[in-house]
């Protein structure tokens, strides 16, 4: 993998460390009037999400990562992988539920996922910021009572347990926002 | 600026102006000059000048007298929050001023700034090169070693390939010695180590230090200056010996000012001298955080 300069560094570059590939969120320069200069960078773990300072010397090199991020459609799970299409090539992809990770349970068949390739394997697999999903099991709750004060757990058909008002019933489609697990409204069709 | 030249008239300190492209550049290993067509047939290049101080240094050997300048200059690749690539930088010599006695006049100039905006009367802190580092960090400079000042700086969130013992003394003064300095006061810090002299004279009465000062404000560093060195012989050593560390860091080999050589040799008077960085002190006066807030356009729109 190519060596960059970190005099070259950019907010958004991908950088191989450990084996693991980071991105570049912040760049900045430290130096003395007369002295070595330094640039410090904040770099987050495309995986974990752990964001970490690093300081080296302005003209140090540093590794960077063979890391690409395309839109993909999420197709089916065999179990073990999960399969997605490229909705232009048609070109199919496997990923392995260590990419997918909990975000198995946003998975909906046709959705728009982006992944990231990394050494052009999926890495990680995002599902869209908002997915539509059928509420399999919640409490019936209270008839009458549509104050919404409170909420119950339901189940949807991927597994996944979200929050959601009283009111809203099985067999019903809920919007999520899978960045935080939390319903947003009702969907009606 | 008006205020800067307003100062200087009253002190009897001249006006001057010199070139911003020059056939010599500047040697120092830190700091990149861009590098352009030459312009004179003896010199291979010419070079976007990163400070005035060579010219500046010619006129003060021909018996020019106290001079300033305020101009452009360029640094390649620095740019930052408080860096920008083409900057104003106000240059001034003040003959048979030790560096002490230039001291006050930075301060006497900054006071007469900093009222004008409107900034209550600062205070100001002169501490040694040496006694900020026992300050902040508790440790003695001259009993540490290369190798226990690289741990130090890996202590301190540095992750980078091995230091020299300057880099080292780089790392830990910028990200920790700076940011502990008073914040309502001006800070001096004098008697740099000789390795760092740059262009001033070695401090006599301790050949472990030189004559050379920085001043701050707000963690900002605003100015640096220095007792000239007005020997030629040992510039040119010093010059050569920046040129060989070029090698070894693969950086271009810069054309040596022969022409501020000739004139050294001639003589050159004794003086102190400064260099300001006036977007950043302006930056700071206006109480900004970004060197961007008070350029018309930066490095990256220019």
Redesign the interface.
């Known amino acids: 993998m190519a060596n960059v300069g970190?005099?070259e560094f950019k907010n958004g570059m991908k950088l191989l460390i450990n084996n693991e590939p980071w991105n570049i969120t912040d760049v900045?320069?430290?130096?003395?009037?007369?002295?070595?200069?330094?640039t410090r960078i904040k770099i987050k773990n495309l995986k974990t999400g752990r964001v970490v300072?690093?300081?080296?010397?302005?003209?140090?090199k540093m590794q960077s990562a063979d890391v690409m991020e395309l839109d993909y459609q999420y197709l089916y799970s065999d179990g073990e992988y999960y399969y997605f299409m490229h909705p232009e090539t048609f070109e199919q992809i496997e990923a392995s539920k260590e990419a997918v990770g909990d975000n198995a349970k946003w998975l909906v068949e046709e959705s728009i996922c982006t992944i990231t390739l990394f050494n052009e394997e999926p890495y990680v697999v995002l599902p869209p910021n908002f997915i539509n999903m059928k509420i399999v099991d919640t409490d019936p709750g209270l008839k009458g009572d549509t104050s919404g004060g409170g909420g119950k757990p339901a189940t949807l058909e991927s597994g996944a347990v979200v929050q959601i008002p009283l009111f809203v019933q099985i067999d019903e489609v809920i919007k999520v926002d899978t960045r935080t697990g939390e319903y947003c409204s009702r969907v009606k069709d | 600026m008006s205020k800067i030249r307003e100062y200087f008239q009253q002190q009897n300190v001249l006006e001057v102006e010199t070139p911003i492209l020059s056939s010599a550049g500047n040697t120092d290993v830190n700091i990149e000059s861009f590098v352009a067509d030459k312009i004179q047939s003896d010199y291979s290049n010419s070079y976007l000048r990163t400070s005035p101080e060579f010219p500046l240094k010619r006129l003060l050997c021909s018996g020019i007298g106290d001079i300033f300048e305020l101009g452009k200059v360029f640094r390649k690749g620095e740019v930052s929050k408080v860096h920008n690539i083409e900057f104003t930088m106000l240059e001034w010599y003040r003959v048979d001023f030790d560096y002490c006695e230039l001291i006050q006049d930075v301060e006497r100039l900054f006071k007469a700034i900093f009222a004008a905006f409107e900034w209550p009367d600062l205070q100001s802190d002169i501490v040694t090169f040496k006694e900020a580092f026992d300050k902040a960090l508790t440790v003695n400079i001259e009993k540490t070693t290369v190798v226990e000042l690289n741990k130090l700086c890996e202590n301190m969130d540095y992750s980078g390939s091995q230091l020299s013992y300057d880099e080292a003394l780089d790392y830990l003064f910028a990200t920790k010695v700076q940011p502990c300095f008073n914040k309502d006061s001006l800070t001096f810090v004098t008697e740099y180590p000789s390795s760092q002299a740059a262009l001033a004279q070695i401090n006599h009465n301790d050949m472990n230090t030189c004559l050379r000062f920085e001043v701050f404000f707000q963690g900002h560093e605003l100015g640096n200056g220095y007792q000239e060195l007005t020997n030629a012989e040992e510039l040119l050593v010093r010059f050569k010996a920046d040129n060989k560390q070029r090698v070894f860091r693969d950086l271009h080999q810069v054309c040596i000012d022969e022409q501020l050589l000739a004139a050294m040799k001639h003589g050159m008077p004794n003086c102190s001298g400064i260099a300001v960085g006036v977007d950043r002190l302006l930056m700071v006066l206006l109480n900004l955080n970004s060197i961007k807030d008070v350029l018309t356009f930066n490095a990256n729109n220019a």
Not at chain 1, 53 to 60: A, F, G, H, L, Y
């Open positions: 970190i005099n900045d320069m430290v130096k003395p009037g007369k002295g070595q200069a330094f300072d690093k300081t080296c010397k302005s003209t140090d």
